[in-house]
C-alpha cells in the first residue's frame, strides 16, 4: 500500500477493506466489484485488454483504474477505458471512454458525454446494479467515442501554433481554466522546451503541444485526473480546430434518406425562374452584368436604381428616347421607298431622242426628206405609228401631207411608200 499517490496492483487494490464508520443510507461500490465487471464486459464485447493500470492515494481510499484495449488499425492511438472510485465520500463513482497515444501512454478523455458519476446513496444492491449497467452501455459505444477522438487527433495535427499562442494556450489552462497546476504549467513547458517523447508532428502543431499538458496530467490526483482530461480536451477542441457537430454514440444511428427526385426535373430546377432572377440580382449587387452591358460602377444613379429595385427615375428622358425611335424608324420608311422609286423609274421606257430612224421599222424606205423638214412632225408620227394601226397611219400621212401641201410654197414633204 503506497503512502502517498502512487501505483497498485489489482490484488492489492481488492484487499483494501471498506469503510464502517458511514450512515446506512450510504452505500459503498467496492473497487474489486467495478474492476471484476470492467473485464467481463470487455471480454464479452469481445475487447482484449493489453495492458492495466491501478493508482490510489494513501490506504486506498481513492481509487483509479486504466485499460489500455487493443482496438482499431490506428498506429498511433489506441482504446482506453477508465474509471474512479473512492471509499471516503471524496468522489463518486465515474467511468469514461477514452484513448491513449502508444509512444507515451499519455490520455486522451473526450468531454463530459463519455463521463458517468452516481452518487452513492440508497439501497446498496441498487447502486450496485446501476454501477454495472453503465459500464456496459459506455463500452458498448467504445467504438464511437474512439472514432471521434480520432478525427479530433487529425484535426489538431492540421493546427501550427506560434510560440505566443503556445504561451496564450497553456497560460489560459492555468490562469483562467484552472484545469493544470502550477507544477503541470511547468512540466508542460519543460515537455515543449525538451520533449521526452517524439509525436512524429512539427514541434510547434497543436497535437505536440496538447501531449505535453497530458504528459504533466499524470501527475494529477486520482479523483481529478478524469475530469482534467475531459476538460482540457474540451477547451482545445472548442477553441483550437473547426467546429464539429458531436452526436451522441448512444442515440439511435439514422440511416441516409434516400434522395427525392426533383417532380420538376433537373432542367426545370436549373431554369428556376427565381432562382435566375436572384443570380441576376446578386451579378447586379456585386458590379457585373450579365447581358455583357455596364458594371454597377458605371451606371449612374437612375440606372442602377432601376435595374436594382425597379425604379424608373428617367421621367421624360425615356420619352425622349421613344420619340427618337420614331423618326430613325421613319427616315428608314422613307429610304425604303426612293430606293424602290428608283427601280421603277429604271424599268420606264425612255423617251425617244430628237432624232427619229426609220432603220427600226423595217418596210419603210425613205425617199427624199427635205432639210427644212419639220423633224418634230416626223416623232408625232412615230409615236402614232407605234400606238396606232397601220390605217390609222396612213390616214395621218395623208392628212399631214394635204395640209403641208396647202399651207406652204417653199418645200414638199415626200414620203416614202409602205410596202406590207
Not at 20 to 41: C, L, P, R
Not at 86 to 92: E, N, P, Q
Request: charged share 30%; aromatic share 8%; hydrophobic share 30%.
Amino acid at each position: 500500500m503506497p503512502k502517498t499517490i502512487g501505483n497498485i496492483s489489482e490484488m492489492g487494490l481488492k484487499q483494501v477493506p471498506l469503510p464502517t464508520g458511514h450512515s446506512k443510507q450510504y452505500a459503498v461500490v467496492s473497487h474489486g466489484y467495478i474492476i471484476d465487471n470492467v473485464k467481463e464486459e470487455l471480454e464479452n464485447k469481445g475487447y482484449t485488454i493489453n495492458k492495466e493500470e491501478y493508482r490510489c492515494t494513501h490506504n486506498g481510499e481513492v481509487a483509479q483504474g486504466v485499460y489500455h484495449i487493443n482496438h482499431g488499425n490506428d498506429p498511433e492511438l489506441g482504446l482506453m477505458f477508465a474509471w474512479c472510485n473512492s471509499y471516503d465520500k471524496s468522489t463518486r463513482f465515474k467511468c469514461a471512454v477514452g484513448g491513449y497515444v502508444f509512444v507515451c501512454g499519455n490520455g486522451v478523455m473526450i468531454g463530459d458525454m463519455a463521463n458517468y458519476h452516481k452518487k452513492h446513496y440508497g439501497d446498496s444492491t441498487k447502486v450496485q446494479t446501476l454501477v454495472k449497467d453503465h459500464i456496459e452501455q459506455q463500452i458498448s459505444s467504445a467504438n464511437n467515442y474512439y472514432n471521434m477522438i480520432q478525427k479530433d487527433k487529425e484535426a489538431m495535427k492540421q493546427v501550427c501554433l506560434s510560440q505566443k499562442e503556445i504561451a496564450e494556450f497553456m497560460g489560459c489552462l492555468f490562469f483562467t481554466e484552472d484545469i493544470i497546476t502550477l507544477n503541470q504549467l511547468s512540466i508542460s513547458k519543460k515537455e515543449y522546451d525538451k520533449p521526452t517523447y517524439d509525436y512524429n508532428v512539427d514541434s510547434n502543431s497543436l497535437w505536440s503541444v496538447y501531449n505535453h499538458v497530458t504528459c504533466a496530467l499524470k501527475t494529477s490526483h486520482p479523483k481529478n485526473w478524469m475530469d482534467q482530461q475531459a476538460k482540457l480536451h474540451k477547451f482545445t477542441t472548442d477553441n483550437y480546430i473547426p467546429k464539429q457537430v458531436q452526436v451522441d454514440p448512444n442515440q439511435m444511428v439514422i440511416s441516409a434518406m434516400e434522395e427525392t427526385p426533383n417532380p420538376l426535373g433537373e432542367d426545370d430546377m436549373n431554369s428556376c425562374p427565381q432562382q435566375e432572377e436572384w443570380d441576376q440580382q446578386t451579378r447586379i449587387e456585386e458590379g457585373f452584368d450579365h447581358k455583357g452591358g455596364l458594371t454597377v460602377d458605371e451606371l449612374n444613379e437612375d440606372d442602377l436604381a432601376s435595374q436594382l429595385y425597379g425604379v424608373d427615375n428617367t421621367g421624360g428622358l425615356e420619352n425622349a428616347a421613344n420619340e427618337e425611335a420614331d423618326m430613325i424608324e421613319k427616315e428608314e420608311i422613307i429610304e425604303e421607298r426612293e430606293e424602290e422609286d428608283v427601280l421603277t423609274e429604271a424599268e420606264v421606257i425612255e423617251e425617244p431622242s430628237d432624232e427619229v430612224s426609220f432603220d427600226d421599222y423595217p418596210g419603210f424606205e425613205v425617199n427624199e426628206v427635205n432639210e427644212e423638214t419639220d423633224l418634230s412632225e416626223l416623232n408625232d408620227i412615230e409615236s402614232e405609228l407605234k400606238n396606232g394601226s397601220q390605217e390609222d397611219f396612213d390616214e395621218k400621212v395623208e392628212s399631214d401631207i394635204n395640209v403641208k401641201e396647202e399651207n406652204s410654197d417653199e418645200g414638199k414633204l415626200n414620203l416614202p411608200d409602205f410596202e406590207f
